[in-house]
Each structure stands twice: as structure tokens, then as C-alpha cells.
């Protein structure tokens, strides 16, 4: 279905055309094209979809074509778990209607000057998103009035009912028009969503994203065994052996989540925590750190990793495996996106984890792959190959490394040559990885095999008139000084790699 039908055959308006063009996307998703046709035909939809499915323009797209720009009051409102995921689809909604005159949109949730919000709503708007928690203080306030609302979204309906908002929920239901087209989005159904359904709803059309299309075929799927007591050296191994610019790890608990970032932290990977015990405001500023790459480890639970949408996340790791298969699917779903390929990397700590795991691969009906971790003498051909290309690739950008000259200059004069300044600078980037790999008897020596035919060319260049080699050969030189003074660390201090199946 997804690879035949277009935007356009869906119904909707040219502009919403032009918006989606403008956004790359020619043919709706599954659930979009399922659930489109029904909204703007004005049913009543439960739709159950994972993250990473397109749900979001499924219910924003009617909505944008349903609103009369003339009508300066919210018209639509939109229900959402967490600010996060208040503040992802509010923002969706504005690319949408970016061809739109007249639409207007605003995102009310906790942790925020609500005068601001005050304000914006004054304003006009025909939609509105936020927490229900907000929604029901601007109710109270009587600063947002919803006798005009013509439908309301609940997404994410199930995390809304586990957080706690049902009474907020039929709150704000029974304060709007009976009339009112309403929508459901979840990745569960679990009974009290669909006692829900059966009270607020009319005639609902069912729409499902069948669990075979839940899984991303660009996203490979491992386990590691391995001891609980090691989860962490592994996972740090594996971020460094594949260098991934952005990743999530999933946690269980707030607890072990705060734990893990620490741990991670201590190894010179710049994580941060993920979790319901954190402010609005910590939470944003984090949120901004892993979207600007600042931070390059997002370490969440399930809860508060709800309404992430960064499309650049490479991997996401199971340091505990979920507790529930639809999560796990809701997990992976963080990476793999815009046709990018992901890994999702789970940890199997025991034989309870060994049930889980094969439960898990029953629902998503495929198997998930089991990998050895690597030995300390593939880690160390993997960072030498890494080196290799992290000089040739800073050998190509232009720029100003003139005190990295007068560094070289200096050793240079002192009587060095240039080979024993690179050797040098090598050793400083190797020196625990020597130590370790010397007591497992794994022959490292920089001046045999591989390497040393790539000093040999560089002699010989050298001597062609001081050639392209001796050039070459300097420049791997300052390379490494520029990455040694940078503190680009390339590996973190290796110890002894004891990872092994658990016990």
C-alpha cells in the first residue's frame, strides 16, 4: 500500500500537497493512508501505531484541511503524555499548514510561563496541543473555552492512562461539543483505553498497523550475553568500535538511568539521563543537547522517552530488556528513520532475559541475532583502521594549524624525526591498548606488517626531492598532534576485556 499510493490520491488539499513535497514525502505511510480518508470524511478513529510510523501527520493533515481559517477559535485539540511530545507534533503541524493562510497553532504544557500561553491564545488559534494538566489550568482559568472544538486527538492515549491524566481526559472530553469528531492513537490497547473508546466515541473505524510492519528492515537487530556487572564496558566498547555520532539507551527504571549516564560519563562519553524525575526545564535543555549533538547519548526510560523525534539517532541499546514487547518495538523505532539505517543492541543478562528475548522475537516474528563480543585484538585492528581514517580525513579539511606547526617545529629541533614524532604521538593514542593487549600476548608492534609498509612509502616518497611522502608524512604528524591537543580521543582507556556470557 505504501509503496503505491500517493498524497494524492488520499484527498487532500493542494496545499497540504505542496507541504509534503516540500517535506520530501510522496507516498503516506501505512497508518497514514488508512486513517486520513476516515478523518476528513469526519469519523471517529482508534488508530494503533508505534513511533516511527507517520502518525502524527495522520490525524494533523485532516486537521489542518478541516479548520475554517475564519474562525479565530480552537477548533481542534490535541492531547500528548509529555511536553516533549506536545512540543514534536505542535511543530509538525506548522510544517504542514506552512501553505495555509489563516491556520494558526499553539503548545500549552507545565514547566512554561503560562501568561505566554495566555497570550498566544488571545491571539486566535484554530489548534491547540498541549498535556492535560495544562489544558485543564487554562480551562479553570477560563483562558481556553472549547465550545467551537470540532475534534480531539489522544495520542499516545496509553501513556497518557499509565501517567495517571484519565480524569483530566474525561474532564476535558465532557467539555467539549458531543458532536466532536474523536481520535485515538496508541501503541497499546489495553482495556481502559477501549473503555474509553466505547463511552467518548461513535461508530469508530479501527485502524492497525499489522506488528510485521512494525519492524524497520533497515534496522539490524543484535544481542550481546553478558554479565550484568559489564553491560556498561560492553556497551562503551560497541559505541566507540562503531563510532555513532547520536544513540538512545532504554532503562527500566529512573534509578538505573542515572546510574548508566554517570558510568558512561566516567568513561568520557558525554551521556545525559532521560526521566520522569526531571523538571520541564531540564528536560528541554537536554533534549536540545542530543538534538544539537552536544551530547551524544540519550539515556531514557520508556515514559519520558515518549515524543523524541530525531531523525540522526544510529543505534539504540536495550541495556535492560523491556518489559513489554510492544515497547520493544516502540524502542527500536527510534532509529532507522528516514530511510537511514539503525541498529537496535540488546542486552541478555540472565535466563529470565533469555525467555524475554525469545518472546520478543515470537511478536515481532523475526529473530534477533546473536553476537560474540569483540576480542581486545579485533578492537584494537578496528582503532587502528579508525586512526587511519580520522587522519586522512583531517588531512583534507583546510585549516589554520599553525600552532600545531610550531609544536612539530619545535620537537623537530630538538632532533626528533618526523617518523619518531608521529611513532610518539601513536603510542600516546595506544599506550593502555599496548599494555593490555602485551599481557594477551597479541603481537601490536606499530613497526611490523600493515604499518610498516605505510612508513615505507612515505620514505620513499621522502626521498623524491622531498616528495609527496615526506609531505604526507608531516601531515599525519600534525594530524595527531591536532587530535592529541584536542582531546579527541579516538578510543577511551582500554582495560582488560573480560565481558563473557553470563553466568
Known amino acids: 500500500m505504501e509503496n503505491t499510493i500517493l498524497f494524492a490520491d488520499l484527498g487532500v488539499s493542494d496545499e497540504i500537497l505542496k507541504s509534503v513535497e516540500a517535506m520530501g514525502y510522496v507516498h503516506p505511510s501505512a497508518i497514514q493512508a488508512q486513517s486520513i480518508p476516515f478523518l476528513l470524511n469526519g469519523e ?79 491571539r486566535g488559534v484554530q489548534i491547540v496541543v498541549g498535556t492535560p494538566g495544562r489544558i485543564m489550568d487554562h480551562m479553570n482559568r477560563g483562558t481556553l473555552k472549547l465550545q467551537e472544538v470540532r475534534m480531539v486527538v489522544l495520542d499516545e492515549a496509553d501513556e497518557m492512562l499509565d501517567m495517571g491524566f484519565r480524569d483530566d481526559i474525561e474532564a476535558i472530553l465532557s467539555e467539549t461539543p458531543e458532536e466532536r469528531q474523536t481520535v485515538f492513537f496508541s501503541a497499546t490497547m489495553p482495556k481502559p483505553i477501549l473503555e474509553l473508546t466505547r463511552k467518548y466515541q461513535r461508530d469508530p473505524q479501527i485502524v492497525k498497523v499489522l506488528r510485521k510492519e512494525l519492524t524497520v528492515e533497515n534496522i539490524s537487530q543484535v544481542y550481546y550475553e553478558v554479565k550484568p556487572s559489564l553491560r556498561v ?56 543537547k542530543f538534538r544539537k549533538g552536544t551530547c551524544s547519548v540519550l539515556v531514557a526510560t520508556d515514559v519520558a522517552a515518549r515524543g523524541i523525534d530525531v531523525d540522526d539517532v544510529e543505534a539504540v541499546f536495550n541495556y535492560d530488556l523491556p518489559l513489554d514487547e510492544e515497547n520493544y518495538v516502540h524502542r527500536i523505532g527510534r532509529t532507522g528513520r528516514a530511510g537511514k539505517s539503525g541498529a537496535a543492541i540488546s542486552f541478555v543478562t540472565g535466563r529470565k532475559d533469555s525467555y524475554r528475548l525469545r518472546d520478543l522475537e515470537r511478536f515481532i516474528k523475526t529473530g534477533i541475532e546473536k553476537q560474540n563480543p569483540p576480542s581486545v585484538a579485533e578492537l584494537v585492528e578496528l582503532k587502528k583502521e579508525q586512526v587511519a581514517k580520522d587522519v586522512y580525513r ?106 563473557c556470557s553470563s553466568a
Open 44 to 122: 471517529d478513529v482508534i488508530g494503533q501505531a508505534q513511533t516511527g510510523t507517520g502518525k502524527t501527520a495522520s490525524f494533523a493533515i485532516p486537521i489542518i484541511d478541516l479548520v475554517d481559517p475564519n474562525v479565530n477559535a480552537p477548533q481542534a485539540l490535541i492531547l500528548c503524555p509529555t511536553r516533549e511530545l506536545a512540543v514534536q507534533v505542535e511543530g509538525e503541524i506548522v510544517k504542514l499548514a506552512k501553505f495555509k493562510r489563516g491556520i494558526h497553532s499553539t503548545c500549552i504544557y507545565g514547566g512554561e510561563s503560562i501568561d505566554r500561553q495566555i497570550r498566544s491564545l488571545k
Open 233 to 288: 564496558e560492553l556497551m562503551a566498547r560497541l559505541m566507540d568500535l562503531s563510532n555513532y555520532k547520536l544513540s538512545v539507551v532504554f532503562c527500566n527504571t529512573k534509578r538505573a538511568a542515572d546510574e548508566v549516564t554517570e558510568a558512561l560519563i566516567a568513561k568520557g562519553i558525554m551521556a545525559e539521563a532521560l526521566h520522569g524525575d526531571l523538571s520541564q526545564g531540564q528536560r528541554s535543555k537536554v533534549m536540545a
Open 394 to 499: 583531517a588531512i583534507s579539511k583546510e585549516e589554520d594549524t599553525q600552532l600545531f606547526e610550531e609544536t612539530i617545529g619545535k620537537l623537530l629541533a630538538e632532533g626528533l624525526t618526523i617518523e619518531q614524532v608521529a611513532l610518539g604521538l601513536m603510542k600516546l593514542q595506544f599506550g593502555d591498548v599496548m599494555k593490555d593487549t602485551k599481557e594477551q600476548n597479541f603481537d601490536l608492534e606499530l613497526g611490523g606488517g600493515r604499518e610498516r609498509g605505510k612508513r615505507d612509502r612515505f620514505e620513499r616518497g621522502g626521498e623524491r626531492e622531498g616528495g609527496r611522502g615526506a609531505i604526507a608524512s608531516e601531515k599525519v604528524a600534525l594530524v595527531l598532534v591536532v587530535v592529541i591537543s584536542l582531546r579527541v580521543q579516538v578510543w577511551p582507556v582500554m582495560r582488560t576485556w573480560r565481558v
